[in-house]
């Protein structure tokens, strides 16, 4: 019973498992190929989000020029949260309120990733810091009075950017681990100059997880599957961020990855088609059924019986069974009908066809099926009935059957008929198969 019931189940998994394989290829294929579509937009969205940032810091030069100084004596100062170091008695400038909003404004493009935001003075006299960590405390305290020109503007190639006209006056930097802290993060150097000379650096760090966490963003948004590994078995394409001599970024997919993320559309998408595929076969069959017994319909099949020209048919016939309904009344032969084909049924292969041809009259056509093997299936078939009594009744069947290599479906239903006839002359509860020797012979 356990391998019988494995068998079946087997038996309708496969063609499910099949649709489902050939789902998952098709619908990895299809994102894998919206994936590729939306990497450059996703490279444009990078690459458009550090242009805001060097937009933003741009403008603070005019903040900047336009802000009026204030002594103070050497010391920390916190005015409006924005740290300011003075190394030695100066003039200073207090750029709290345009930091803060610079602060504000980067923050709606890299919320949570803006790390520090510095303006070093040149001559080093003093510095801005927002937030004021202990590395830059530490380290500024040892600059001179030309380190930022010395340290930053020249080692980052800042020098005389005034010059540039549509260019890059901005540096973007490589990725580096701030000493300290151990955070990597890319820094953005603007140099302020007037009339030639730098007066100020703004330096802008931003952690490194800033554009993975873009990707992210956009991953939600758009449903794709992007990154910025590397790894095997990928697709990978270059984010063309402008002003910076930094090692490409690159964005794309991991292909196993979208077929992972595949798995669960694949699977809906199959259990979807499967469904509509047995409801389509659901209403055929109605359409095609014969609703007593489940074989199918005459009008529905024996059209398709005239293309063939192969036969291995049995013509069965219910024996006496006008008798049965004349005597017993019609419900009693209904109950016949039914248990006599759910007998032949359960001695047919699926592959094979069952034709409810007349009241009591059923027509089955077998696949691959020579003449000797065909005579056994019959005898098979009429065993099977006739061993039980059904609904009380000793029932029996004749068939008539044909075996014909080559002729048409007439040729090949004249002859079963024949035999069918010559059964029941035999005394009924008999099976009489000819074959092509028969027919040449008539």
């Not at 059923?362 to 059904?390: G, Q, W, Y």
């Amino acid at each position: 019973m356990n391998s019988r019931f494995f068998h079946a189940f087997n038996h309708q998994l496969k063609p499910v498992f099949k649709l489902f394989l050939v789902t998952l290829v098709i619908v990895t294929s299809l994102y894998a190929t919206y994936n590729t579509l939306m990497i450059k937009r996703l490279s444009k969205s990078i690459a458009g989000d550090f242009e805001q940032i060097y937009s933003i810091g741009r403008r603070f030069a005019q903040y900047y020029n336009n802000t009026n100084t204030t002594y103070l004596t050497k010391g920390t100062y916190t005015p409006n949260g924005v740290s300011v170091v003075v190394s030695q008695d100066t003039d200073v400038k207090i750029l709290s309120t345009g930091i803060n909003k610079m602060r504000s404004q980067l923050e709606t493009i890299a919320k949570g990733y803006i790390w520090t935001i510095a303006i070093f003075e040149h001559p080093s006299n003093y510095g801005h810091f927002l937030p004021l960590r202990k590395t830059y405390e530490e380290r500024y305290k040892d600059y001179q009075a030309d380190d930022v020109m010395n340290r930053i503007v020249k080692l980052e190639g800042l020098e005389n950017t005034f010059n540039q006209f549509y260019g890059c006056d901005i540096k973007l930097s490589e990725p580096y681990s701030e000493p300290g802290s151990s955070q990597m993060v890319r820094t953005v150097y603007y140099p302020v100059y007037n009339q030639k000379e730098i007066d100020a650096l703004l330096a802008i760090d931003i952690k490194e997880g800033f554009i993975d966490a873009k990707i992210a963003l956009f991953n939600d948004e758009f449903w794709t599957s992007m990154d910025s590994f590397a790894h095997g078995m990928t697709f990978r394409v270059p984010v063309n961020i402008s002003c910076t001599d930094a090692s490409p970024v690159y964005v794309g997919f991991k292909i196993s990855t979208i077929a992972v993320r595949s798995l669960l559309p694949a699977l809906l998408i199959t259990l979807l088609v499967h469904l509509l595929m047995v409801l389509a076969r659901r209403n055929q069959l109605r359409v095609c059924q014969d609703k007593m017994t489940g074989f199918y319909r005459r009008d529905f099949y024996e059209p398709r019986l005239t293309k063939l020209h192969t036969f291995s048919m049995l013509i069965i016939d219910i024996d006496f069974f006008k008798s049965i309904n004349d005597t017993l009344g019609h419900q009693k032969g209904d109950d016949v009908i039914a248990e006599v084909t759910k007998r032949i049924a359960s001695q047919v292969r699926g592959s094979d066809i069952a034709v409810r041809w007349g009241g009591e009259e059923f027509l089955l056509l077998f696949t691959d099926m020579e003449a000797n093997v065909l005579s056994d299936k019959a005898e098979a078939i009429r065993d099977h009935v006739a061993k039980k009594p059904i609904a009380g009744l000793n029932v029996t069947i004749s068939i008539g059957g044909v075996h014909l290599a080559e002729g048409s479906f007439a040729d090949a239903y004249r002859m079963a008929d024949d035999s069918l006839y010559k059964s029941k002359q035999n005394g009924r509860n008999q099976v009489t198969i000819l074959t092509n020797k028969d027919k040449a012979m008539s």
